[in-house]
């Protein structure tokens, strides 16, 4: 079945405390991009990947890295969490993100106390 | 700055009506627009995609773009409580773009 894959589903941290949010396809698509959706704000990119070791800021990516070091995989890291980045996290990928709809993840609730 | 707006709502509409959502954006340049629906705490979910000036219509959903007004919206034609999510716009900006920018998304009510 053709899917993108996040974990953890619910995650609650300190501040400070360095965490990883995977997140895998199985589609063999090129792009690849981190949203945060907070209440109002709709949904903001963190992060995108156009290919393996292709990566570029989005929006809003203080305070958080990404890797591509293999196609299906794009892992979100954050160094140190603090409470303004409790929200509600979507991994997303696309064959063709200007023609093609985005597959999502399930999404990842943070919550950094 | 490049932007796409929507009007939060709640949009609350009577079962078997016509819903109607709107969306504008900046960009004169904008080449693609897409429409995803999103049930409370779920991922969005593709509805439409249009790339060109006029209407495209798929079951109940019909998406009207109009490229001079910087205007596209999302009727829904006989409304169920099923359709009851927020709606985001989203639009690939010009300039070589590829990457989509998302409205902040309307909420469609549909009561019994």
């Known amino acids: 079945e053709a899917q993108v894959t996040q974990n953890p589903r619910y995650l609650i941290t300190v501040t400070g405390k360095k965490l990883t949010v995977t997140c895998s396809q199985n589609m063999n698509h090129e792009y690849m991009s981190w949203y945060r959706q907070d209440p109002g704000l709709g949904l903001r990119q963190i992060y995108y990947s156009m290919n393996v070791e292709v990566t570029d800021k989005g929006d809003v990516p203080e305070g958080y890295k990404v890797s591509r070091k293999e196609k299906r995989n794009f892992p979100l890291i954050l160094e140190s969490p603090s409470p303004n980045q409790t929200s509600l996290y979507f991994c997303?990928?696309?064959?063709?993100?200007?023609?093609?709809?985005?597959?999502f993840g399930s999404g990842t609730q943070l919550s950094v106390l | 700055q490049k932007e796409v707006e929507q009007n939060s709502g709640p949009l609350s509409v009577p079962e078997g009506a016509i819903a109607s959502l709107n969306c504008t954006y900046s960009d004169r340049v904008s080449q693609s627009f897409f429409w995803y629906r999103q049930y409370s705490g779920k991922s969005p979910e593709l509805i439409m995609s249009i790339y060109s000036n006029g209407d495209k219509e798929d079951g109940r959903f019909t998406a009207q773009l109009n490229k001079a007004s910087q205007y596209v919206s999302l009727l829904i034609r006989d409304s169920q409580p099923s359709d009851s999510a927020t709606y985001l716009c989203?639009?690939?900006?010009?300039?070589?773009?590829?990457?989509?920018?998302f409205g902040r998304g309307t909420s469609l009510i549909v009561h019994p």
């Open positions: 997303a990928s696309s064959p063709q993100p200007n023609r093609e709809k985005l597959f």
């Open positions: 989203a639009v690939i900006q010009g300039g070589g773009s590829y990457i989509p920018t």
